[in-house]
């Protein structure tokens, strides 16, 4: 699985705005910026990439066109009326009048999403059914990504809230759904925050933040360990939440994967992998007679 290495190899290249949004203020350009959502479409465009490798079945529901990839999907609590669109999702396509976007695929998401892929990965990616991006129907399964990048102790209860609200709408909208979370945590012992430098870089002083590592990062991660997880359709939380480390100074040094021993950072039930193989049994399990 390579789904950590691809979201540091692509926010490594900073670009200057939102994948189809508006340009960052003052002509800058960043690896990453609060008010964009690129990282998190990374994120979910990562993981999809490994998922789709690990899950035998949803490769083949893929290849016989049972299911697609919707994109900025609108999911809303029944019982709450609250809305939130989730950043990508495996569903049962509309019916004609909504249908497939028959020229519009999983893998042409990597040019506009800016996404950076090994020759290996190319060719894995070549490799996999062409996966249509569609107007969902029925939602099936349902990806959430959300990064702490800096100023730890005021992102920890904001970041738990929108990631808690992410799985209540989801199943509130759909139980049957699988909801799965990722949170991407920042290791990097300095930050240049594009909220402290609204001017031309290089027009001024840059402002570098300072953290306090690992410190920071493991407050982050214990208080996702509260999100509530859930083992069975009728219960309320997650069906699989992962946490994944990266460095990234924000002032343009390649971004990294962090390693650690496991169960160091945050308990090993978060790891990536076990979360994308718990992913992988979820579907194969779940939606085995679709």
């Not at 569609?134 to 730890?152: D, H, I, S």
């Not at 390693?259 to 399990?285: F, K, M, N, V």
């Amino acid at each position: 699985m390579t789904g950590l290495e691809i979201i540091a190899r692509s926010m490594s290249v900073a670009t200057s705005g939102s994948p189809g949004g508006k340009p960052f203020q003052n002509g800058n350009s960043w690896q990453y910026h609060p008010r964009s959502d690129r990282h998190s479409k990374i994120a979910c465009w990562a993981l999809m990439f490994d998922l789709l490798q690990e899950c035998d079945l949803l490769r083949a529901h893929v290849a016989a066109g049972k299911v697609a990839i919707g994109i900025n999907h609108e999911m809303r609590d029944f019982a709450r009326n609250r809305a939130k669109n989730l950043d990508l999702v495996i569903c049962r396509a509309a019916g004609a009048a909504g249908g497939v976007r028959k020229s519009k695929t999983f893998a042409d998401l990597v040019v506009p999403y800016t996404i950076v892929l090994s020759d290996d990965e190319r060719r894995r990616l070549s490799e996999l059914p062409i996966a249509p991006l569609a107007q969902p129907a029925t939602v099936l399964v349902a990806l959430e990504a959300k990064a702490c990048m800096t100023e730890f102790g005021k992102a920890r209860p904001r970041l738990y809230d929108e990631l808690n609200s992410s799985h209540l709408t989801i199943h509130g909208d759909t139980d049957g759904a699988i909801a799965a979370g990722f949170a991407m945590i920042n290791s990097a012992e300095t930050f240049v925050s594009p909220i402290r430098n609204p001017w031309p870089l290089g027009s001024h002083p840059t402002v570098v933040s300072s953290h306090k590592q690992p410190k920071d990062l493991r407050s982050v991660a214990a208080k996702l360990t509260e999100l509530p997880r859930r083992a069975r359709p009728g219960d309320g939380g997650f069906d699989a939440f992962a946490i994944g480390v990266i460095d990234c100074a924000n002032d343009g040094r390649p971004v990294t994967v962090k390693r650690s021993a496991p169960g160091q950072d945050y308990p090993e039930i978060y790891g990536y992998a076990q979360t994308i193989g718990r992913l992988a049994h979820l579907y194969a399990t779940r939606f085995s007679s679709i």
